[in-house]
């Protein structure tokens, strides 16, 4: 089996201020994080060599499109395996990596859902992993929708309303799914 490592996912709103991205990659190498799946990067393409640090020995980054959205999958100069590039969207908003590492093999892929709900997203990502059945999934990252209104709204908002909500529970039933952190913690509120 191999050795546990550290995968983060982050909602960064931007990193293209060199302030802020010297603070997010501080706080990853902090931390121990061996692979981090950053969403609404808002970076160009010519721009995603400012995620090459000490820290980072391979970036898999694929930019927003009008200044929105955009993700990264940035992994550590020491992580003990390898990604392989499956495929990614030409709107910056999801990247499937194949993750190997010693007798271990899984698929991640890191998500940034559009703002509007949008049901041929969501089919389009089961329809993406389904071809990848005989692997486990970690899909990380922003859905811009909550699973749980009484758990994980603080109020009125658009993405507590059942319409979007539909959308988590088709990609968690389909994919048989599981919400890692709500698992953990079933009953416990936090939002931001």
């Given at each position: 089996?191999?050795?546990?490592?550290?995968?983060?996912?982050?909602?960064?709103?931007?990193?293209?201020?060199?302030?802020?991205?010297?603070?997010?990659?501080?706080?990853?190498?902090?931390?121990?994080?061996?692979?981090?799946?950053?969403?609404?990067?808002?970076?160009?393409?010519?721009?995603?060599?400012?995620?090459?640090?000490?820290?980072?020995?391979?970036?898999?980054?694929?930019?927003?499109v009008q200044g929105k959205g955009g993700v990264a999958v940035l992994i550590h100069k020491s992580f003990q395996g390898q990604a392989k590039?499956?495929?990614?969207?030409?709107?910056?908003?999801?990247?499937?990596?194949?993750?190997?590492?010693?007798?271990?093999?899984?698929?991640?892929?890191?998500?940034?859902?559009?703002?509007?709900?949008?049901?041929?997203?969501?089919?389009?990502?089961?329809?993406?992993?389904?071809?990848?059945?005989?692997?486990?999934?970690?899909?990380?990252?922003?859905?811009?929708?909550?699973?749980?209104?009484?758990?994980?709204?603080?109020?009125?908002?658009?993405?507590?309303?059942?319409?979007?909500?539909?959308?988590?529970?088709?990609?968690?039933?389909?994919?048989?799914?599981?919400?890692?952190?709500?698992a953990l913690h079933p009953m416990e509120r936090d939002f931001t």
């Amino acid at each position: 089996m191999p050795n546990p490592f550290k995968v983060v996912s982050w909602n960064v709103g931007g990193i293209s201020s060199p302030v802020k991205r010297f603070k997010i990659l501080q706080a990853l190498q902090r931390q121990g994080v061996k692979i981090a799946c950053l969403q609404e990067m808002q970076l160009s393409n010519s721009e995603h060599l400012k995620l090459w640090t000490k820290w980072v020995g391979e970036v898999n980054q694929f930019p927003a499109v009008q200044g929105k959205g955009g993700v990264a999958v940035l992994i550590h100069k020491s992580f003990q395996g390898q990604a392989k590039l499956l495929h990614y969207d030409d709107f910056g908003r999801y990247v499937l990596l194949e993750i190997t590492m010693q007798s271990l093999t899984f698929l991640l892929l890191a998500v940034y859902a559009p703002n509007q709900y949008d049901h041929k997203f969501f089919t389009q990502l089961v329809s993406l992993c389904g071809g990848y059945s005989d692997c486990p999934l970690l899909l990380m990252g922003e859905l811009n929708v909550v699973h749980d209104p009484a758990l994980d709204c603080s109020g009125a908002v658009s993405y507590c309303q059942l319409g979007p909500r539909r959308g988590i529970e088709f990609l968690l039933s389909t994919l048989d799914l599981v919400d890692g952190w709500r698992a953990l913690h079933p009953m416990e509120r936090d939002f931001t």
